[in-house]
């Protein structure tokens, strides 16, 4: 039997990350948060400076940084990856018939997106990019144009499921039931 492979999309504050980690609480997973990854590379770098603007990191530059943490050996959990259709198409060409693909699409609207990000300032996150309103608004403007085009691309896909998620309100609770449910039907 192949492992399992939970991919959470979704815009900026949805809760990929929160929802990740507790699901990590009830299952085994190897989690591999591409955000987490990409903000711990050197501060002169190139990628770093980038994403510090709100900027997407090039394909090209982010498949060799993801690709040693996707091991067929385990189930996997990944945040934040991927983010454009020629990542999604990577994903789908070199990891489907390794993995049974689960892509949960958090789907919350640009208010709510907003909301989250302004909570998670005011109660400590030490997130720079959020707290710089230019690259909010980009990254959000870059969800919306590069993101949701994979998003839908992989809603069609027929070798994975697709769970499109639309998060009633802001109790991480009743949410996370929600998507628990869903994966675990």
Do not use: C
């Not at 900026?12 to 591409?34: I, W």
């Not at 300032?121 to 997130?127: A, D, M, P, S, Y």
Request: net charge negative; charged share 25%.
């Amino acid at each position: 039997m192949k492992p399992e492979m939970i991919v959470f999309m979704g815009g900026q504050g949805s809760g990929k990350g929160t929802f990740a980690n507790l699901l990590l609480q009830k299952h085994d997973f190897n989690y591999v948060e591409a955000g987490a990854i990409l903000r711990a590379m050197p501060s002169d770098s190139e990628i770093k400076q980038k994403i510090s603007r709100g900027e997407l990191v090039g394909d090209n530059d982010l498949f060799p940084i993801i690709a040693p943490h996707i091991t067929s050996d385990h189930n996997i959990i990944m945040d934040g990856f991927p983010r454009t259709i020629g990542q999604a198409k990577w994903l789908i060409e070199n990891y489907a018939d390794k993995f049974n693909i689960h892509v949960v699409f958090l789907n919350i609207s640009e208010a709510t997106m907003l909301a989250h990000i302004q909570n998670r300032i005011k109660e400590g996150g030490n997130r720079a990019d959020d707290t710089d309103e230019n690259a909010v608004r980009k990254r959000i403007e870059s969800f919306k144009t590069t993101t949701m085009p994979a998003i839908e691309w992989l809603s069609k896909n027929k070798d994975i499921e697709f769970l499109d998620i639309k998060l009633p309100g802001d109790d991480i609770d009743i949410n996370f039931a929600l998507i628990y449910n869903k994966l675990y039907k």
